[in-house]
């Protein structure tokens, strides 16, 4: 009992953390195989995760609810979870790289996306959705945008963005908590 609950704190805060790799997993594995899927599978599958990730984020709003030491890192992943919820966010991926705060990887991502729509291998559509998702997560980082990307982000963001930029800040100072979790989630891998 010397630890106070420091020991358990940090187990919670681990479980927590793989439980949600595990579905951010699930989801990005769901999007790469959906042309292996019938539409039917595809979309049972996906609203089965999507129960999953409501059912985490009902239990971290118990366990926010209840501990308020935990809720300053616990936010960060809220965030994720309402942005895949609402499907604000329809690309894993970023969802990830959002929740850990790694606007170095989203940066290197949208790099890797202007590439693959210049040779041919992305889609426009999907390119624009894609890269109007990491500029918001860039901007909700508090990362500086340039003048065309802000352009850019005004001319193809659609509503679920506006309703996940308005929820997000209903929940508070969006850079503490990503700065805390991405402090903490660093020292958990190591």
Request: aromatic fraction near 4%; hydrophobic fraction near 35%.
């Amino acid at each position: 009992m010397a630890s106070r609950g420091t020991t358990e704190t940090s187990k919670l805060k681990q479980n927590l953390e793989e439980q949600l790799d595990r579905l951010m997993q699930q989801l990005q594995d769901l999007e790469e195989c959906r042309e292996e899927l019938d539409a039917d599978e595809y979309e049972e599958t996906k609203k089965e995760t999507l129960e999953q990730l409501n059912e985490f984020n009902d239990s971290l709003k118990k366990i926010m609810s209840g501990d308020m030491t935990l809720v300053d890192e616990l936010s960060g992943m809220q965030l994720a979870i309402q942005a895949a919820i609402s499907q604000a966010f329809k690309t894993p991926e970023v969802i990830r790289m959002f929740a850990k705060k790694q606007p170095r990887q989203l940066r290197t991502r949208l790099a890797e996306m202007d590439r693959d729509l210049m040779v041919g291998k992305l889609a426009r559509d999907l390119y624009t959705q894609q890269k109007v998702e990491i500029l918001t997560a860039l901007r909700k980082l508090g990362e500086k945008l340039t003048g065309d990307d802000e352009m850019f982000l005004s001319a193809n963001a659609g509503t679920a963005l506006s309703q996940f930029e308005r929820v997000s800040t209903d929940l508070g100072s969006g850079d503490k908590v990503f700065a805390l979790a991405s402090v903490e989630v660093e020292k958990a891998k190591q």
